[in-house]
């Protein structure tokens, strides 16, 4: 069965450092990867998708994941973190009947 | 504003109670989501609809039904609550060909005294 392990319920970073938030995955096939976000008081969005046509992927808002079957992850990268970045975010793997099993979510603090 | 509708945005209600939440999908989406979103859980899929039939299902309680009408829209029936019902539930939906794509709404907060 898919899987997603995220590493780090809390990760705090200064504002314009480096943001980097932990996924490894568990997956018998090649598995369809995934990052949402969720801001306060809303609905999870789609920041970008690994679908095995690339091992880099871009996303919205600076943000960039790539994909290491080496390693079996799937870390979610920005350089220069933004206030506006605060937020809980979710990696998640498509599972065979084509649903997201979601991990359970890395929430981000950006000091001032 | 992702284009799913969700309502109510908050209920309290008492336990043994039933309760029905209601989702509209994205204009054109064929597929709708439930997700239970708590502290304890995490994010736990219930259950999925397509075109008006179930496609999959998660870890839906025997005593959550859901289905999807004919105009696309959706309804999530919680009844015999409990306190441990309580959490945000979120509906989210799909394009075809999108699969792993979802747009969610802003959820219903439950919560069961």
């Known amino acids: 069965a898919q899987s997603v392990t995220q590493l780090g319920s809390h990760v705090s970073v200064s504002e314009g450092a480096l943001v980097l938030l932990r996924c490894n995955y568990s997956?018998?096939?090649?598995?369809?990867l995934f990052w949402y976000v969720q801001y306060p008081n809303q609905g999870l969005q789609l920041l970008l998708k690994?679908?095995?046509?690339?091992?880099l992927v871009k996303g919205i808002n600076g943000f960039e994941a790539e994909f290491k079957k080496s390693e079996t992850s799937f870390h979610l990268t920005k350089p220069s973190a933004h206030m506006s970045d605060a937020a809980e975010y979710f990696c998640?793997?498509?599972?065979?009947?084509?649903?997201?099993?979601f991990g359970s979510g890395t929430r981000l603090l950006v000091r001032p | 504003d992702s284009g799913v509708t969700q309502t109510p945005k908050h209920l309290i209600t008492a336990t043994g109670q039933r309760v029905t939440l209601r989702c509209s999908p994205r204009?054109?989406?064929?597929?709708v989501y439930w997700y239970q979103q708590s502290l304890d859980q995490g994010l736990q899929f219930l259950i999925q609809?397509?075109?008006?039939?179930?496609?999959a299902k998660g870890n839906i309680l025997e005593r959550f039904s859901a289905q999807q009408f004919p105009d696309l829209h959706s309804e999530l029936n919680l009844s015999s609550l409990e306190l441990g019902d309580s959490a945000l539930y979120f509906c989210?939906?799909?394009?075809?060909?999108?699969?792993?794509?979802?747009?969610f709404g802003e959820g219903s907060r439950l919560t069961v005294l």
């Open positions: 609809y397509y075109n008006g039939e179930e496609r």
């Open positions: 204009s054109g989406d064929l597929s």
């Open positions: 690994y679908t095995s046509a690339a091992t």
């Open positions: 998640a793997v498509m599972d065979s009947s084509y649903k997201l099993i």
């Open positions: 997956s018998s096939v090649p598995p369809y």
């Open positions: 989210a939906s799909s394009t075809s060909g999108r699969a792993g794509e979802l747009f």
